[in-house]
Structures are given as structure tokens and as C-alpha cells.
Nanobody, 124 residues
């Protein structure tokens, strides 16, 4: 079992930056592929970024590539999402996820564990 708690979401102006954090419980955190998804009102959950267990492999949605960076600190059981050059269309609830697969998957139903989400609002 893995429990995930996100933090760091808030209101920010377009062009600004935010760093989201996700603290995970459990001694096996380092064995999980971790991901970030987001969901805007009236839409489904969208893959944003993923990182493998070692942190050496990452994957990003085209919409955030070059602006967002996912990283992890296995000693702290924490995964991060650094978001730069934010746009109003980045407004959404952001969810941290954990997957027991060794590859980075991009479909929400493939992930085993989810946090409660943190709201990011980007004003124009």
C-alpha cells in the first residue's frame, strides 16, 4: 500500500512558476513508477509527467514538455513537479500517482494509487 499526499498548489499568474510535492508513505516507494495527472473542470484526467523508479527516465505530455520537470527523491519518499512558464490552460487539479509497472504508462486506469489532488489556478 502507498498513500500519497500532494501539496503546493495555489493561484499564480500566467508566466509564473510553482513546485508541487507529493509525499508518499510506505517502505517500497523507490520501487514505484510515479506520475502526475491533471483534471480540468468537465474533462477527464490527463497524463502530465512520469518518472521511473530510479529517476533516470522521464516522460512528458507534449503540452508541458520544456516547461515542466518531474523529479524524485527516494530518500525522502517524495516526487516533485516543477512547473515553469505557466499558462491559464494549465489550470486543473493535479494528482500524484504511483504505479507498480517498471515502465512509465500514460493512462489513468493503469495507475494503482492516487493522492487527493491539489488545485493549481493560473490567472491570465
Amino acid at each position: 500500500q502507498v498513500q500519497l499526499v500532494e501539496s503546493g498548489g495555489r493561484l499564480v499568474q500566467a508566466g509564473g512558476s510553482l513546485r508541487l510535492s507529493c509525499a508518499a508513505s510506505g517502505r517500497t516507494f523507490s520501487s514505484y513508477t510515479m506520475g502526475w495527472f491533471r483534471q480540468a473542470p468537465g474533462t477527464g484526467r490527463e497524463f502530465v509527467a512520469g518518472i521511473n523508479w530510479s529517476g533516470k527516465t522521464t516522460n512528458y505530455a507534449d503540452s508541458v514538455k520544456g516547461r515542466f520537470t518531474i523529479s524524485r527523491d527516494n530518500a525522502k519518499n517524495t516526487v516533485y513537479l516543477q512547473m515553469n512558464r505557466l499558462k491559464p490552460e494549465d489550470t486543473a487539479v493535479y494528482y500524484c500517482t504511483a504505479d507498480s509497472s517498471v515502465v512509465i504508462r500514460t493512462r489513468d486506469y493503469e495507475y494503482d494509487y492516487w493522492g487527493q489532488g491539489t488545485q493549481v489556478t493560473v490567472s491570465s
